[in-house]
T-cell receptor
Framework: GAGVSQSPSNKVTEKGKDVELRCDPI?????LYWYRQRLGQGLEFLIY????????KSGLPSDRFSAERTGESVSTLTIQRTQQEDSAVYLC?????????????FGAGSRLTVL | KQEVTQIPAALSVPEGENLVLNCSFTDSAIYNLQWFRQDPGKGLTSLLL?????REQTSGRLNASLDKSSGRSTLYIAASQPGDSATYLC??????????FGSGTRLLVRP
C-alpha cells in the first residue's frame, strides 16, 4: 500500500478485556516496529520485527502484551486483560531495513482507551 | 541508559520568525538522529535523518545539526509559517533498529 495502515483508529474497551491492534506495513518493508505514546509523552519502543521474527521484544511492558507478524506483512499487537494504564496511542512503523540507516514510515496510530 | 530531552516543551512565535528547537541526549554512541513532525490525529512524518558521521542535514527551510561529542542537536526552521505548527520530536537510534524519543516541542506559529 501507499502507507502504513493501522486499525482500529480508535478503540474503547473495558478493563479486563483483550484487544487486538493491526498494522499493515508498506509493501516490501522488511522491518516493522511498534511504539506506544502516552498522553503528552514521547514514544516508547515496544517491539521490532525483521521479517516474521522478533529479535527484540524488550519494550513489551508485561506478559499481557504480545505481538506477531505474518511473513513480511501484517502484524498484530495483542493486549490481554487490559488495564487503565494501557491507555495510549499505539503506533506502528515500517522501513526497508532497520532504522540505523533507513527512514521509518509511521501509521496514524490506534488510540486505545481502557475504562 | 540513553535519555533524550527536548527544550522548550512549547513555543509560540509570530509568522516569519526563524526559530531553533533543541534536543540533547546522554549517550554519544548513536547510529543516527532523526527529527519528526507529529500532527494531531496523524502519525509521525520524518523530516531529517542525520547519520552519526554527519554534522548536518538540510531540507528546504529546515536545517538540523548534530554534535555527538556534546550530545546535542538543533532543528532550525527558517521563515516560519502557520502550517509549521505541530509537535516536533527528536529521536536517536541507540542500536541498528531502536529509536529513543524525546517528549517533543509543541510549536505554534501565529498568523
Amino acid at each position: 500500500g501507499a502507507g502504513v495502515s493501522q486499525s482500529p483508529s480508535n478503540k474503547v474497551t473495558e478493563k479486563g478485556k483483550d484487544v487486538e491492534l493491526r498494522c499493515d506495513p508498506i509493501s516490501g518493508h522488511t522491518a516493522l516496529y511498534w511504539y506506544r505514546q502516552r498522553l503528552g509523552q514521547g514514544l516508547e519502543f515496544l517491539i521490532y520485527f525483521q521479517g516474521n521474527s522478533a529479535p527484540d521484544k524488550s519494550g513489551l511492558p508485561s506478559d499481557r502484551f504480545s505481538a506477531e507478524r505474518t511473513g513480511e506483512s501484517v502484524s498484530t499487537l495483542t493486549i490481554q486483560r487490559t488495564q487503565q494504564e494501557d491507555s495510549a496511542v499505539y503506533l506502528c512503523a515500517s522501513s526497508f531495513g532497520n532504522s540505523g540507516a533507513n527512514v521509518l514510515t509511521f501509521g496514524a496510530g490506534s488510540r486505545l482507551t481502557v475504562l | 541508559k540513553q535519555e533524550v530531552t527536548q527544550i522548550p516543551a512549547a513555543l509560540s512565535v509570530p509568522e516569519g520568525e526563524n526559530l531553533v528547537l533543541n534536543c540533547s541526549f546522554t549517550d554519544s554512541a548513536i547510529y543516527n538522529l532523526q527529527w519528526f513532525r507529529q500532527d494531531p490525529g496523524k502519525g509521525l512524518t520524518s523530516l531529517l535523518l542525520i547519520q552519526s558521521s554527519q554534522r548536518e542535514q538540510t531540507s528546504g527551510r529546515l536545517n538540523a545539526s548534530l554534535d555527538k561529542s556534546s550530545g546535542r542537536s538543533t532543528l532550525y526552521i527558517a521563515a516560519s509559517q502557520p502550517g509549521d505548527s505541530a509537535t516536533y520530536l527528536c529521536a536517536v537510534a541507540d542500536s541498528s533498529y531502536k529509536l529513543i524519543f524525546g517528549s517533543g516541542t509543541r510549536l505554534l506559529v501565529r498568523p
